[in-house]
């Protein structure tokens, strides 16, 4: 009967000294010991703080409130720009820069549209449809989290035009991030100075990232260079609120019965006014160009409920009502 109790015992004391002494030298075998990110120290703890994760390089922009969109008085200004408060109760990582034929490549494989030049991988990637930019985040995600660089608590997608103009603005309320003027000097695009400013060169192609001044918060080219997908579909009233995200609600329909997503910040072909921090374009997410690309952020997963969201906090799920989800039909706006 003893040798019954005795042996059980054995076999637990030398289970446990597996682990026992140190613990930098006694890593049982079949554990991962691959760094594993952990997501309540994910967040960032100032703007602009930077981190690369799966080898991209991100800036944080930190849980605040702005007014979204452009005022009466500001130059260029289009109908479907009316101003609007919103709040972002969580903090995001941002692409420091937009996303390049060279990341497309390791992350993805072959470019959607060729690559723009021999002479660099670091050109923004081009004729990327919306789709194909959704799936490069979640392949994004996944090697991210596979390396234990990226809690399961969060991912990589595209991020919401609110998220967009909050990280483009980086608190600033003027018509772009560097003022009320913007020259091609500031930033990549061929036309018209926008308000004023001083004549630049006229490029007529897009260049490798970062070649521009970043705003207050490091991010690269928000202005010009190329357009970015955004999450969300095309609604002619901005959405206000908390957490604005319009991805699931369809919104305006376009004069020919289709629907569009939203593309920001201007290119290398177009006019600086089309590069203002407010400025906003429908666009057929199915369709191409060689002037529209994206970037990603790294955003903590929300959990749908049947009351709109539960944004997952640190301290537990907050409820938020989508503020605005209710198709608005009108006619499609000139572009």
Request: a neutral charge; aromatic letters at 10%.
């Amino acid at each position: 009967m003893r040798e019954a109790v005795i042996l059980p015992g054995l076999l637990l004391m030398a289970g446990l000294s597996a682990y026992s002494g140190d613990a930098q030298t006694r890593t049982p075998a079949m554990m991962d010991s691959r760094p594993q990110a952990v997501a309540g120290s994910f967040a960032g703890s100032a703007a602009g703080e930077m981190r690369t994760i799966g080898g991209i390089p991100l800036r944080w922009c930190p849980p605040g409130r702005f007014r979204m969109g452009s005022p009466p008085s500001e130059p260029g200004r289009r109908p479907d720009e009316e101003q609007v408060d919103v709040t972002l109760t969580q903090g995001f990582w941002m692409g420091q820069y937009e996303v390049t034929e060279g990341q497309w490549r390791r992350i993805v494989g072959a470019l959607p549209g060729g690559a723009t030049s021999s002479e660099s991988d670091g050109f923004p990637v081009q004729s990327v449809n919306y789709a194909e930019a959704v799936e490069f985040c979640r392949l994004l995600t996944a090697q991210a989290r596979a390396s234990g660089e990226l809690p399961g608590e969060w991912e990589f997608r595209l991020p919401t035009e609110a998220q967009w103009e909050y990280a483009c603005r980086a608190g600033t309320t003027t018509a772009t991030a560097f003022g009320d003027r913007l020259s091609s000097n500031q930033a990549n695009f061929s036309g018209k100075p926008y308000n004023g400013a001083e004549e630049g060169p006229a490029l007529n192609r897009a260049v490798p990232v970062g070649r521009y001044a970043p705003n207050a918060w490091g991010l690269h080219d928000m202005h010009g260079n190329a357009f970015e997908w955004v999450r969300d579909w095309y609604h002619s009233r901005l959405p206000g609120g908390e957490d604005p995200d319009m991805s699931s609600s369809k919104g305006t329909m376009n004069r020919d019965g289709t629907y569009s997503r939203v593309r920001r910040g201007g290119a290398w072909n177009d006019d600086g006014m089309y590069c203002r921090s407010a400025f906003r374009l429908r666009y057929e997410p199915e369709r191409r160009s060689d002037h529209i690309g994206f970037r990603v952020a790294a955003v903590r997963k929300e959990r749908r409920s049947g009351r709109g969201f539960l944004f997952q906090h640190e301290d537990g799920p907050n409820p938020v009502w989508p503020p605005f989800g209710r198709n608005d039909f009108e006619s499609r706006l000139p572009e």
